[in-house]
Structure formats: structure tokens, C-alpha cells
């Protein structure tokens, strides 16, 4: 009774015969009309668990304040809107796993959406996006996409506590440095950095296991190891062949490392004996 009456008719509700529980459905497709705003009645639909709305060009520029209201929200897609950004009070919606707001505007993501703790989906591609701080505290995600926007790093992001995440996508924006703690996905099957700025490949990414991650693009960046670059143009990513190589420069560097260390060391005996000698 509390869905607006110009979408009853794209509702779907299915019942579950043994647990009595409700999931409701609302599909807000309104882009070839020539509507100039959202009925305000569609904020009060607070039984809508899936929600996707799409209005005509320059028309949904900000959702309100009033999403708060949709608490049972588990889905919400804005795509193909006018979004230049966010509310807070999208950290209302705290049983929410599927985001989606991909060809708008928007150029921040708010702090409030690090709240939403039971994300698992979150697409955000082709937007204004220039940082993803507030999204540090999102342990559940399994897929996050953020290709064509304006990203500089993902350093951010705390890749330990990401046990879950199967799928990262961030082709075409700035970035410029592969994060050493990308190795610690333990989960992931799909890495795209593809057209970005990444001169280095950090040797710890040779913690991705090969038998998990199947899709790897690094393609359109201005890598400077050689020998990664001749791997890469095998045309199907050869997983395998790039960890190798990666894990062989780990050990590498690992023992110049030793080995430098240990140089120090004998110079510090040398200095300390000739300041012993008479």
C-alpha cells in the first residue's frame, strides 16, 4: 500500500511459503519521459529491499535526504542519472550489499558510505571519482569497480581485511603505484589495471596465488621491467610466468638486501677496531 502509483504496476513481490518474509522489487525506469523530478512518494516505499531508478538527462542530480527511509534497501542502482554525488544519509541503509551508480558525476565518495559495512557490490565506473578513502572499512566487498574515473591510488584500501574480494577493477584512471599489500587478496580472480600510470609492479604481488586469480590486465602502462613487459605481450596474461618472475625478484632483492646489511656490518667492525687501535 506505500508504493507511489505510478510504479505498482513494475512491482514484484515474492513470498517465501516457509519464511513468511517479503522481498519487494521496484524498478523506476523514467528516462524516456520528460518527467523533471522524482515523486516524492517513491521515499516512502520503506518495504523496497531491491530498488533501480533512472530518470531523464540532468533531472536526478543528488538523491535526498529521504533515502534514509528505505532501511530494508539490499540493492540500490542509480546508474545512467546525473549524480554528482552521495548523501550521507545513504549510511542509513545498513543492510545494503549491492551498489550501483556507474555513468554519473559524481566526484567524492562520502565518509557515511564507510558505514555500510554489509557491501559486497559496489560499481562505480565511469563517474568523476578521485579518491576511495571512505571505502577502507569495507571488509565484505567481493567485487569493486571503478574503471573510467579519475582514481590516483588505492592505497587506501586495507587488502588483509579484504578476504572476500574476488573481483578489482580500475582500468582507465590515474594510478600510478600497485600497492604492496595487493598480495594479501588471497581471494582474487580478476585484477584490471589496465591504461593507467604503473611504471612498477611491486615484487609482493607475487603473493597472488596463480591457481586463483584466471584474469590479469596490465595492458597500456608504461611498465619499465623489460622482462615484464615481453610476459605481458604473450597476449593471454601468463599468470603463472609473471609471478614467477615476480617471486624471483623478491628473492633477489631479498638477498642484496642481506648481503647490504651485512656489508654494513663488517664496516661498523672495521670503524669500531680502528678506534680501539693505539
Known amino acids: 500500500k506505500d508504493f507511489p502509483a505510478f510504479a505498482r504496476e513494475e512491482i514484484k513481490e515474492n513470498k517465501s511459503g516457509e519464511s513468511h518474509t517479503w522481498k519487494s522489487d521496484l524498478a523506476c525506469l523514467r528516462h524516456q519521459t520528460e518527467d523533471t523530478q522524482v515523486d516524492p512518494a517513491l521515499w516512502y516505499c520503506r518495504h523496497v529491499n531491491n530498488l533501480k531508478l533512472r530518470m531523464p538527462a540532468k533531472v536526478l542530480t543528488a538523491l535526498p535526504a529521504d533515502l534514509a527511509r528505505l532501511k530494508s534497501l539490499t540493492t540500490l542502482i542509480v546508474s545512467h542519472n546525473s549524480l554528482t554525488t552521495l548523501p550521507d544519509e545513504i549510511k542509513a541503509l545498513k543492510h545494503l550489499k549491492n551498489l550501483e551508480f556507474t555513468d554519473n558525476k559524481v566526484e567524492a565518495l562520502p565518509d557515511a558510505m564507510g558505514m555500510l559495512t554489509n557491501?559486497?557490490?559496489?560499481?562505480?565506473?565511469?563517474?568523476k571519482i578521485v579518491d576511495v578513502k571512505s571505502l577502507a572499512n569495507l571488509h565484505n566487498l567481493v567485487t569493486l569497480k571503478l574503471d573510467q574515473n579519475e582514481v590516483g591510488t588505492l592505497k587506501d584500501m586495507q587488502y588483509k581485511k579484504l578476504t572476500r574480494l574476488r573481483t578489482l577493477s580500475a582500468s582507465h584512471n590515474?594510478?600510478?603505484?600497485?600497492?604492496?599489500?595487493?598480495?594479501?587478496?588471497?581471494?582474487?580472480?580478476?585484477?584490471?589495471?589496465?591504461?593507467?600510470?604503473?611504471k612498477e609492479l611491486p615484487v609482493e604481488m607475487s603473493d597472488l596465488?596463480?591457481?586463483?586469480?584466471?584474469?590479469?590486465?596490465?595492458?597500456?602502462?608504461?611498465?619499465?621491467?623489460?622482462?615484464?613487459?615481453?610476459?605481458?605481450?604473450?597476449?593471454?596474461a601468463p599468470i603463472k610466468e609473471l609471478l614467477q618472475h615476480l617471486e624471483k625478484e623478491k628473492q633477489s632483492g631479498r638477498k642484496k638486501k642481506k648481503k647490504a646489511e651485512s656489508d654494513d656490518d663488517d664496516r661498523s667492525e672495521e670503524h669500531t677496531s680502528e678506534l680501539q687501535s693505539p
Open 119 to 127: 557491501l559486497e557490490v559496489i560499481d562505480a565506473c565511469r563517474n
Open 174 to 198: 590515474k594510478i600510478s603505484t600497485v600497492d604492496e599489500k595487493v598480495g594479501r587478496l588471497g581471494a582474487l580472480t580478476s585484477l584490471n589495471l589496465s591504461n593507467n600510470a604503473i
Open 209 to 236: 596465488s596463480e591457481k586463483v586469480l584466471v584474469h590479469l590486465n596490465l595492458d597500456e602502462n608504461p611498465l619499465k621491467d623489460s622482462k615484464v613487459k615481453k610476459i605481458l605481450e604473450k597476449g593471454r
